[in-house]
């Protein structure tokens, strides 16, 4: 098996256009055409990791956070931590593969783990991500209407939500002069030709283009169909960052705090707010999550935990919210989880490891 077939399969469950705009998910560096031998999980890439993948054999590494991100790279050398890992991994044949906030954001990905080990209920999405759809506008003889919207759900048009085979069909009348050269499917050259059409309307994800419009030419019985694609701004509610839900019942701020302790596995947390508010509605956010205290506040959220938030970000609820950070790290470091498992019971022919070298940066006291 190659590499190849194992990002496919991670690509189909979590797309690398969930990702934001700033993020660098998928492959950093290596042959995707390698014959792959084993893969080492982690949430940081390190050389000690690379380290332990030649150790154990595997020549894939895949982690959380991406090494190529936000640094401007225009240059590899070993003089730095990212040139020295890069470096050692392509020296040693082993491919660098992130999954980054396109797990963050997806459907069965970190933050809804981190939702899960909170006993969240009634889970929806805290900031949807916008902008990911686009809709096909297609006219088509009626007769072969069907057949080109089978053709367009089998490429995935038409799905929204926990729905498939979405589309919108009304007929009217399209004229068309096929020219000298043209070899027409309905109508003769050089004379106006008026045929019962249907207007098809239909969705699709906007990483899906290509496809799609391959498969209308290939199906289309006109030598050239007549289209529209309309980028949309609608949200995809069921994918994007945070996620917000409910308590199995209500606790006041103070034995909540506790109690997030207690489910996380956590010495300490830094906190503000009313400490005998009574949480019920619960927000959280893996990883950095300053940026969406007002969505949680907006969301009617009783609480929002989250990591890496500033001094001031804790004056922005106004004690109308309890705001928790737990870290970093302690706020997705079990992604890993999701990507170890994911590997593990859908691939037996190669060996999938945890990672035994990595560790928390900060170590508490």
């Known amino acids: 098996m190659q590499i190849k077939e194992v990002i496919h399969f991670l690509e189909q469950k979590f797309p690398l256009h969930w990702q934001e705009d700033f993020d660098n998910c998928g492959v950093q560096c290596g042959d995707i055409t390698r014959d792959i031998t084993g893969i080492v999980v982690c949430f940081d890439m390190s050389e000690a990791v690379i380290d332990e993948a030649i150790t154990k054999g595997a020549n894939m590494v895949v982690s959380h956070h991406p090494i190529i991100y936000k640094n401007g790279l225009r240059k590899i050398e070993p003089n730095n931590r990212v040139g020295k890992i890069i470096i050692k991994a392509l020296e040693n044949k082993v491919l660098l593969y992130s999954m980054h906030t396109n797990i963050d954001s997806g459907t069965a990905g970190g933050n809804v783990l981190f939702a899960q080990k909170l006993e969240l209920q009634k889970l929806s999405v805290l900031s ?15 007769e072969n209407s069907v057949m080109l919207k089978e053709s367009l759900f089998r490429v995935g048009c038409g799905n929204i939500g926990n729905y498939s085979h979405c589309s919108f069909s009304c007929e009217g009348l399209g004229s068309f002069k096929p020219l000298s050269g043209a070899h027409p499917h309905i109508g003769t050259p050089n004379r106006i030709e008026r045929v019962e059409e249907e207007r098809i309307e239909i969705i699709f994800s906007k990483n899906k283009k290509r496809q799609v419009i391959e498969t209308l030419y290939q199906n289309h019985p006109y030598e050239e169909p007549a289209f529209d694609i309309i980028a949309l701004e609608n949200q995809d509610r069921n994918v994007g960052l945070g996620r917000i839900g409910v308590l199995p019942k209500p606790i006041l701020a103070k ?43 907006a969301a009617g959220a009783d609480a929002f935990i989250t990591g890496d938030l500033k001094y001031h970000d804790f004056f922005i609820p106004e004690n109308k919210m309890l705001l928790i950070d737990i870290g970093h790290f302690e706020g997705e470091h079990f992604i890993r989880e999701i990507i170890f498992s994911l590997l593990k019971e859908n691939f037996n022919t190669f060996a999938t490891h945890f990672t035994e070298a990595e560790f928390p940066i900060v170590n508490k006291a």
């Open 128 to 142: 949807p991500k916008e902008s990911q759809f686009c809709k096909l506008v297609v006219f088509v003889p009626s």
């Open 255 to 297: 034995d909540f705090i506790h109690y997030v302790k207690e489910k996380l596995n956590l010495d300490f947390v830094k906190f503000s707010g009313d400490c005998n508010a009574e949480i019920k509605k619960v927000a959280v956010c893996g990883g950095g999550g300053a940026s969406f205290v007002t969505d949680a506040l």
